[in-house]
């Protein structure tokens, strides 16, 4: 009998996980959430460089740190079925259909975010100015191929 009720319990959990499928849209959302958290870090480290708000080596880090993390997420948010969606988005159609050279960019963000994580921490900023670039242009080979203007 106990093992009978435990496997109704587990059947009924394998089944609540199917009903519990993430929607579409939560994908566009998902990916968007991501992006933006990495904006928010990316821009305040861009101050820093730039010399706009006093540099912080400690600060720099847990945002290089935070960036490099981040890098990694909005790739799952990219699926097919998201093509077609209603909700506002800024993805260019050749996306869907360049999908080796975009994954390759995506690729690209993490490497070079993880370098710059690395690097991070130093206490002269003028040392991180080349791996900051780096991903900087990454992010705008990216959006200058694949994001439409916002
Ligand atoms: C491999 C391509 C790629 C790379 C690399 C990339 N992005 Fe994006 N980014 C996109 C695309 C595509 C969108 C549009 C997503 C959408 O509308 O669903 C986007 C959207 C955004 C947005 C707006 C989010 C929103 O609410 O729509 C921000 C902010 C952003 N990216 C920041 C960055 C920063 C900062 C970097 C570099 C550290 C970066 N991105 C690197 C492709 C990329």
């Not at 109704?8 to 499928?21: H, L, N, P, R």
């Not at 579409?24 to 992006?35: E, G, I, L, M, P």
């Amino acid at each position: 009998m106990r093992k009978l009720i435990a496997g109704i319990v587990f059947f009924m959990s394998i089944a609540g996980i199917s009903q519990a499928e993430v929607a579409t849209d939560d994908y566009v959302t998902y990916r968007q959430s991501v992006f933006n958290l990495m904006g928010w870090h990316f821009k305040q480290m861009g101050a820093m460089i730039q010399g706009r708000t006093d540099y912080d080596a400690t600060e720099f880090k847990q945002r290089a740190e935070a960036v490099a993390a981040l890098a990694q997420m909005p790739a799952e948010g990219f699926i097919p079925e998201t093509r077609d969606t209603q909700l506002p988005h800024h993805v260019k159609p050749e996306v869907w259909y360049q999908t080796e050279r975009f994954d390759e960019l995506m690729q690209g963000l993490v490497v070079s975010t993880t370098e710059l994580a690395k690097q991070a921490g130093a206490e002269d900023k003028d040392d991180l100015r080349a791996a900051f670039g780096k991903v900087a242009r990454q992010c705008k080979s990216c959006h200058d191929r694949y994001r439409e203007r916002m």
